[in-house]
């Protein structure tokens, strides 16, 4: 049940449509939904504004097809993370309308095609074109959920030339998303250039003294520029539902 759902529900008691009995067995019932291999939770949308995503890796083609079916017919709106070519394969089959993203390697279904422009501004940039699939997938995350996002690839610290001529763009986001990896020293440059809250993702794409994200994983947390946020290693999904949370959050207060 989303929030327009329950607000609706409330209204109907308040005219005496609904009884208030039979408002809260709607809202109780069934937080949690069981099957064989998953224990869904239908009511994440209540508490946290956007339903259960579902992490593709270590499931099977039928498992991901039944827990996207579930979820679908109770909130209109999945995501699926990590997604393997034969999950994509066999989501495409059963959802012809899905949006599959290869190289996120993200799925998103919906039962009506989407309308909202979006909400703010989440600007997602990496450092190398070998990073554009943990961007990618932040990039899916924030605009699936609401977020107003746009990409912005290929501006490392090798050539700072590059990423100065979309200053103005730097300037307009609300929320930025930096991707690098190597040395990870991109979300230091790009949070001496603005204002704003940045979210900095190390990657796991290097060469052997980069021990597969860890050395820009530290560099982030050592980052002399104040106000960067780093989350995990390739965690693009994290930093893109982040940077949405601290967009829509401002869009209230406005």
């Known amino acids: 049940m989303r929030h327009p759902e ?5 209204e109907r008691v308040r005219r005496g449509a609904v009884s208030p009995r039979e408002a809260a067995k709607r809202i109780d019932g ?16 209540l508490r946290v504004g956007f339903p259960e995503v579902v992490f593709g890796l270590g499931k099977t083609p039928a498992q991901l097809v039944a827990i996207a079916r579930r979820l679908l017919d109770r909130h209109g709106v ?17 959802f012809p309308r899905a949006e599959i ?21 989440v600007l997602v940039l990496c450092a190398g074109t070998a990073d554009l699939p943990v961007a990618e997938e932040a990039l899916v995350t924030a605009r699936v959920m609401g977020s107003r996002s746009e990409l912005i690839a290929d501006v490392g610290v090798a050539g700072l030339h590059r990423l100065l001529r979309h200053r103005r763009r730097l300037g307009g986001a609300r929320v930025l998303v930096v991707v690098a990896g190597l040395e990870g020293a991109l979300p230091s440059v790009v949070g001496g250039l603005v204002d704003r809250p940045l979210i900095a993702v190390p990657t796991s794409i290097g060469y ?8 820009p994983l ?3 947390m050592n980052s002399c520029a104040p106000g960067v946020t780093v989350v995990n290693v390739d965690n693009g999904f994290g930093a893109g539902y982040a940077a949405h949370l601290i967009n829509s959050s401002a869009a209230r207060r406005r």
């Open 30 to 45: 069934l937080p949690l939904e069981r099957l064989e291999f998953a224990t869904l939770d239908h009511q994440r949308t």
């Open 208 to 215: 052997g003294s980069h021990l597969r994200g860890l050395a």
């Open 78 to 94: 999945v995501l699926l993370t990590r997604v393997e070519p034969e999950g994509r394969e066999a989501l495409r089959a059963e």
């Open 6 to 10: 329950l607000r609706s529900l409330l």
């Open 218 to 220: 530290l560099a982030m």
């Open 101 to 121: 993203h290869e190289r996120a390697r993200a799925v998103v279904l919906r039962r009506r095609a989407a309308r909202r422009r979006g909400i703010g501004r």
